[in-house]
């Protein structure tokens, strides 16, 4: 069974894409909440990617998750290098791993947090229902 | 006709609801006068990284949510857990329980049957472990008749258990040297905030049914931050109840050590939590609650010992929904349904758990699948809705790169509170998810702090 690598589209790589044949490709998910661009990959192709990093894994849908941000935005760069999503978009990424080698380890370490106003939640916190005993 | 209400709680299993806790400081000085060493407990590493504490494990039992057992299993009950998930006395008991130590701190010790050795914890006495048999493992044997094989239980088991499960890797790194017999908490600990409020030992998760009203209960088990999907699977497990939906839903998360790249248990407990503080499920009906236990990622295994939790807690009705419990491709993705429908014969379950010889009263809701539909207009359930192609399938796994990435998770995924809480505890610990730093700070701290408590006079030596 083939496997699946998704990369989800904001507004900025939606941009790159406008006016290419990729831009067809974009499928919605969630009701059009969120975008994406899906490459097909041979399983072989797939556990490959798997191997390259210790927390990727197939999640029960078929796709290659958990794969560090900074190889997905390789990815990216590649479809649209390649202007395809054949596997040798993923191919080409892979042979690229060694330049985002300190990427990938800088995100394990820190992940910059949201700029979200969060001062509801405190409040609702303030008088949980469940107390200690 | 029979009456198809239930009106009462189920029974803890084994008939007797186990409380090894002793309050009253002058018995447990008492009982410490009786210790002959001193031992502190240490975690279970793996490459360096903790994987387990053993006090987690102290903590449930005696506490309870591991009834009927009392302690570290001697060698011929783990051989009975082993070789037919049953305890000596015959109830259902899916994993080892043990108190291994190593050869050298053995040594030191100077231990041996009949001999009651004071565990401490953060430096303080923590328990009692009534020494009554000293045995050898083999870990690795250990981790494999844990878990099963493809030849062995090839009912369920699909790929052999090797170093990327986390659970194998638990049993793997134990000591060989195991202590068996009886814990007793003498120093009861105090559970750290925010797990405070959410710390319902068996006894007073009855009492509070009780208090609520309560005789119909659904477990949901957790270990995400919920998503809309996990929202809509709670919401409708629920209505199964009897001649109305349950009286209650009892969130169950399993905390302690975790696979990196998680959720930290402090986001998925508050998480839980904010669903009925923004009032998605009215908290007259909904109850968070954590149980201390390091997974081990078992799918149909680990669900037999989330049946002995939750029925233990009073609860009536389990969900048990595709991939419970597990990690990677080792089981059948539908395991835990299998043995919860018809039964897993090479693990000791010719029938049902609820069905065979020292088995549960508590009662499985096997849930297919959730997902969102653009057409339904709703977290539609996947044996209802036929649109295909259009609805969107639920992926722990790639929520969590969304969050990777920098995407907001859009409320069609995650209620905006709930995804608040994420952010809460990410800019607490400087990191959304379980990283190295996050366990071993959390190894430190762990979920409790230990009073101060005198050791006695010949212990100090």
């Known amino acids: 069974m083939a496997k699946f690598f998704g990369v989800v589209l904001d507004e900025t790589r939606l941009k790159e894409i406008k006016g290419t044949p990729l831009e067809e490709k974009v499928e919605p998910i969630f009701g059009g909440a969120l975008k994406r661009l899906v490459i097909e990959v041979p399983d072989e192709l797939g556990q490959k990617v798997i191997d390259q990093f210790t927390k990727a894994r197939f999640d029960a849908r078929g796709f290659i998750e958990e794969t560090p941000a900074a190889f997905k935005r390789l990815v990216f760069k590649k479809i649209v290098e390649k202007k395809s999503l054949g596997p040798e978009v993923i191919e080409a990424a892979i042979e690229e791993i060694p330049s985002i080698k300190d990427q990938i380890e800088k995100e394990d370490r820190e992940l910059p947090v949201p700029d979200i106003d969060i001062s509801d939640i405190l409040e609702l916190q303030k008088n949980p229902v469940q107390k200690p005993a | ?461």
């Open chain 2, 1 to 461: 006709m029979p009456d198809v209400r239930i009106k009462t709680l189920p029974p803890p299993h084994g008939g007797k609801l186990v409380e090894r806790v002793v309050r009253d400081p002058q018995m447990a000085r008492k009982l410490m006068e009786k210790c002959s060493a001193v031992y502190d407990i240490k975690p279970t590493l793996f490459k360096g990284n903790p994987v387990r504490n053993v006090y987690r494990e102290i903590m449930s039992v005696c506490y309870g949510f591991f009834s009927p057992v009392e302690g570290s299993m001697t060698k011929a009950e783990l051989e009975s857990v082993l070789e037919r998930r049953r305890l000596l006395s015959g109830w259902v008991f899916p994993y080892p329980i043990l108190f291994d130590v190593s050869e050298e701190d053995f040594k030191k010790l100077g231990v041996g049957p009949g001999d009651w050795l004071l565990l401490r914890l953060k430096g303080q006495p923590f328990a009692i472990l009534e020494i009554e048999e000293v045995y050898e493992i083999t870990p690795g044997d250990v981790a494999v008749r844990t878990f099963g094989t493809p030849d062995k239980n090839p009912e369920v088991v699909r790929v052999p258990f090797d170093q990327k499960h986390t659970g194998y890797n638990i049993y793997c790194s134990l000591n060989p040297i195991i202590l068996a017999g009886k814990y007793t908490i003498i120093n009861e600990p105090k559970i750290r905030p925010p797990f405070d409020r959410f710390w319902y030992p068996p006894k007073r998760a009855r009492e509070e049914f009780e208090r609520r009203g309560w005789t119909t209960v659904i477990a949901h088990q957790t270990r995400n931050v919920p998503h809309t999907g996990h929202e809509a699977l709670m919401k409708n497990a629920a209505y199964i109840g009897d001649i109305k939906p349950c009286d209650g839903i009892v969130v169950n998360a399993i905390i302690g050590a975790k696979r990196i790249g998680d959720f930290p248990d402090e986001a998925i407990v508050e998480g839980h939590e904010m669903l009925h503080l923004a009032g998605y499920i009215k908290p007259e009906r909904h109850l968070v609650t954590i149980t201390l236990w390091d997974m081990r990622y078992g799918n149909p295994i680990e669900s037999l010992l989330h049946a002995v939790i939750r029925q233990n807690m009073g609860i009536s009705f389990h969900m048990f929904g595709r991939d419970h419990a597990a990690l990677g491709e080792y089981y059948d993705i539908y395991a835990t349904q299998i043995l919860w429908s018809k039964g897993i014969p090479s693990f000791g379950f010719e029938a049902p758990p609820y069905e065979v010889d020292g088995g549960f009263y508590i009662r499985p809701q096997n849930i297919a699948e959730f997902w969102y539909c653009p057409k339904c207009l709703e977290f539609a359930y996947s044996d209802n809705c036929n649109h295909k192609g259009i609805y969107s399938r639920y992926s722990g796994s790639f929520i969590r790169g969304l969050i990777n990435e920098g995407v907001t998770p859009p409320p069609q995924i995650y209620r905006p509170e709930v995804y608040k809480v994420v952010v809460k505890w990410w800019k607490e610990f400087g990191y959304p998810f379980n990283n190295e730093k996050y366990l071993k700070e959390r190894e430190e701290k762990l979920e409790v702090d230990m009073p101060h408590m005198e050791l006695p006079a010949h212990l100090k030596k």
